[in-house]
């Protein structure tokens, strides 16, 4: 008999693994306001540019564009960067798994904001190096955290959960004081006033990514882009996937970052929406996080209890994202859905707080 767990890397064996939001099965009722994903559909080029490439079945036999060469230009165009500047990648967790790869060795340090997105000490876990959460007070975002002895960096930004923009000036003095590698995950940057971009050219030791999975609404297809200096793209070139993207989603990111005029007109309704839903719940005595993203993060009035408000509506088919361990556990992340959706959304929250006496699953 092999004891399999025996032969399990440690680093491996002690993990728990990533917890992804939950994904109901496809075409059941849910309003889903879990994963911040999209609530309106990608650019109409991209789905047109998805068929076309269907179209031609027997493409399909070959390998895509070993590295992406279209997207990295068409990215390149669309940022104004060269495309040496730009890494292409099966979701931005792709390149958050390249960067550690390709910088950091089993046992550095890797800092990110606690809490922030939970899949950092995850794949710094993997890599075997040593995960060091920074406290994150939402109240003063820009305190510095401790850099000592760390030789990578990960700086959610806007940030999440919580929903707040960090200051070019904040980041460029994080990666000014940082002697190793500073990441900026710009997932929602797309949603925010401004972003990190021009700070590439001061900061030799910047990596930005970007996802398409929230405002372009392409999550089912998995692509992330990376920009940073050509010898930083260089190497993380050499930590990929032979083929890390596959032809479809290479061939719709090109059309979706074609058609920034759709692009713009979604952000605007989706933040729109957002202003909309944050004076609603203001209103109804919520405490809301200054919001630059496609989410709200958000606490219930005094009295009244977050994970009940979640399971209240988990039972009428809304689903939110709830997490149960400190500091988050006392409100919810809730994504921007269309104005309806809200709308919805806002009359249970109602039924909720009329509810006088709670059923115990609720308190
Ligand atoms: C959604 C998200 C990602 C993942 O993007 P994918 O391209 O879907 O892998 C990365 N970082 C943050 C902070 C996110 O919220």
Redesign the pocket.
């Known amino acids: 008999m092999k004891n399999i767990a025996s032969l399990v890397r440690p680093a491996v064996r002690k993990m728990a693994g990533y917890t992804p939001g939950q994904q109901p099965a496809p075409g059941s009722q849910v309003i889903k306001l879990n ?2 994903e999209n609530p309106y559909p990608p650019s109409p080029a991209a789905v047109r540019a998805l068929e076309q490439a269907l179209a031609d079945g027997d493409r399909l036999r070959l390998y895509p564009p070993p590295t992406s060469s279209s997207l990295r230009q068409a990215a390149a165009d669309c940022y104004g960067l060269r495309a040496e500047q730009v890494l292409a ?8 798994r390249i960067v550690l790869d390709t910088f950091v060795d089993p046992g550095e340090k890797v800092g990110f904001l606690e809490p ?2 939970s ?1 950092y000490p995850v794949l710094i876990q993997l890599r075997g190096a040593a995960a060091v959460p920074c406290p994150f007070d939402w109240r003063q975002p820009e305190q510095m955290p401790d850099l000592e002895g760390i030789k990578l960096f990960f700086l ?1 930004s806007p940030n ?1 959960p919580y929903g707040i923009a960090f200051s070019n000036k904040f980041i460029k003095e994080l990666a000014a004081r940082l002697d190793g590698i500073l990441v900026v ?1 710009e ?2 940057a797309d949603f925010a006033a401004g972003n990190a971009l021009e700070l590439l050219a001061a900061c030799p030791n910047l990596i930005i ?1 970007r ?4 405002s372009y609404a392409l ?1 089912a297809l ?3 882009l990376a920009f940073a200096s050509p010898e930083i793209i260089g190497e993380m070139d050499k930590a990929r996937d032979s083929y890390n993207l596959d032809y479809l989603a290479q061939t719709a990111a090109a059309a979706a970052l074609g058609d920034q005029e759709y692009l713009q007109a979604t952000l605007a309704r989706i933040r729109e929406t957002r202003e909309f839903f944050q004076r609603e719940l203001q209103h109804m005595g919520f405490t809301v996080c200054p919001s630059a993203t496609n989410f709200l993060f958000c606490w219930p009035p005094a009295g009244l209890s977050a994970a009940g408000l979640y399971r209240f509506l988990a039972d009428r088919q809304i689903l939110v994202r709830y997490f149960a361990a400190p500091p988050l556990d006392r409100g919810l992340r809730i994504s921007i859905g269309t104005r309806e959706q809200m709308a919805t959304l806002l009359t249970v929250i109602n039924q909720f707080i009329a509810e006088e006496d709670k059923p115990d699953g609720y308190r």
Not at 89 to 96: C, M, P, R
Not at 211 to 214: A, I, L, M, Q, Y
């Open positions: 994963t911040n990648g099966n979701g931005s967790d792709e390149l958050l922030s997105y899949l959610t999440a995950d997932a929602y990514t996802t398409f999975s929230k999550a998995r692509i992330g």
